[in-house]
């Protein structure tokens, strides 16, 4: 199956500051790959899904302007967090859906001060 | 809009007990259908999946889970708990064809007793 890796796998940040997460496939070129976050002891919950060389389909109650993503090539969707609040301290995961199975990186743990 | 609910949040079983974790889910259409594990530290691993045809389906580690349509149900079972299986169990529903979005329940955290 498809292998997805996201970078840095945490991270933690001044509030105010924004910070980009990445998500790579490594081995499948992926059109559509998804953002998630899960806050602790929590499901996971969709943000958007992020469609390479176009804009990406926000989830209904997710700032646009407040979490861009960037999908630029096959193997690459970005999601930075702009002017990140603590109330942004999150687990980010993105995925991608290959051959009918969706397959899940590691997960980025954002840490706002 | 679709959904999901686990009603357990936590299950505490002995190691060689038998194990249900419930799920209900609320969709319009045939549901896609998932059980993903969740370890700390570790990311989301597919146990099984549901998408048509035998509505008994055989996942990896020994899972197995039933579609009932008629209680909209999907329900995770293991005949054999083992120590390792202690994790976060998510059921979840997609939707939008090849490329579905999932929609997971809160999530079910089991516990395994020696």
């Known amino acids: 199956g498809a292998v997805v890796s996201q970078h840095p796998s945490w991270v933690i940040c001044k509030s105010g500051t924004s910070v980009k997460i990445e998500c790579r496939s490594l081995?499948?070129?992926?059109?559509?790959m998804f953002w998630y976050r899960q806050f602790p002891k929590q499901s996971l919950m969709l943000m958007a899904t992020?469609?390479?060389?176009?804009?990406?389909?926000?989830e209904q109650g997710v700032e646009k302007d407040k979490f861009l993503i960037n999908h630029a090539s096959l193997t690459l969707s970005t999601l930075t967090v702009t002017s990140a609040h603590p109330e942004d301290s999150s687990f980010y995961i993105c995925?991608?859906?290959?051959?009918?199975?969706?397959?899940f990186g590691p997960g980025t743990r954002l840490t706002v001060t | 809009a679709q959904s999901v609910t686990q009603p357990d949040i936590h299950i505490t079983v002995s190691e060689g007990a038998s194990l249900e974790l419930r799920c209900n889910y609320s969709?319009?259409?045939?549901?896609?259908l998932f059980w993903y594990v969740q370890s700390p530290g570790q990311g989301l691993q597919l146990l099984l999946k549901y998408f048509s045809g035998d509505t008994l389906v055989q996942g990896i580690k020994g899972f197995e889970a039933e579609f009932k349509r008629s209680q909209s149900s999907f329900n995770l079972r293991k005949p054999s708990v083992h120590w390792s299986d202690a994790a976060e169990y998510f059921c979840?529903?997609?939707?939008?064809?090849?490329?579905?979005?999932?929609?997971f329940g809160k999530g079910t955290l089991l516990t395994v007793n020696p």
């Open positions: 969709y319009g259409a045939t549901p896609y």
């Open positions: 992020s469609n390479e060389g176009s804009k990406a389909t926000y």
């Open positions: 995925s991608l859906t290959q051959g009918g199975e969706q397959y």
């Open positions: 979840a529903v997609g939707s939008g064809g090849s490329n579905y979005k999932l929609t």
């Open positions: 081995d499948f070129q992926a059109t559509t």
